[in-house]
């Protein structure tokens, strides 16, 4: 695949806005265009793949905890921790995803399932270890999913993904924010009477 390159775009919105023949727009209306030439004429500053990658993850970090603040909002009883950190993809440092937050749920055999929600800025499939595989969906823009997770037994704090209910650990995905509010509720409790207004929504 070839590289990608990135340029700064600030400017871009006056200069579309710019007439095409500005000496003309003065003779035709006597206004004086005070904004940035036509891009065409702009010189590119472009950017390292380190500069996109930190603007990308201010984006992915606002959105984050924009949706945590959502799901928290929905109901008095709903507390779920905020820990929003945001990861690139290398190569393509304009796209990445972001975790959002954790919680465990009890299962119906009584079992802890450890879990974390995700947001992302692009669709696609995701293989194991959260590596994303196939061809991006570009008529979706956005992904939210959920993964089952546990404790590394080489390395106590590290968190690795669960493949005891499914072998990516992927307990769901979907590019509706809707659909992933209520899973993401759903998934973060286990009482029958909220379980079902949760389902109303």
Known sequence: MSKLRYFAAEGLREAIKAPATIHSEFLRTGRIFRGRERWDFIEKRYMSYEEV???TGRVLERAGERTHDRINSVHHSISFPKIVFHRTLDNRPHLGYCHVTAA?????????????????????????????????????????????????????????????????????????????????????TNDPRLRQKIRDL
Request: glycine share 4%.
């Open 104 to 188: 465990k749920t009890e299962l119906m055999n009584k079992e802890q399932l450890k879990w974390s929600f995700y947001i992302a800025n692009f669709f696609s499939e995701i293989g194991e270890e959260l590596k994303f595989v196939g061809r991006l969906d570009r008529r979706v823009s956005r992904m939210y999913f959920a993964v089952a997770v546990e404790n590394d037994n080489e390395v106590s704090t590290k968190m690795v993904v669960d493949r005891k209910l499914r072998p990516n650990g992927i307990l769901f995905r979907t590019h509706d924010p809707k659909v992933a509010l209520k899973n993401v509720l759903m998934l973060g």
């Open 53 to 55: 990658a930190e603007r």
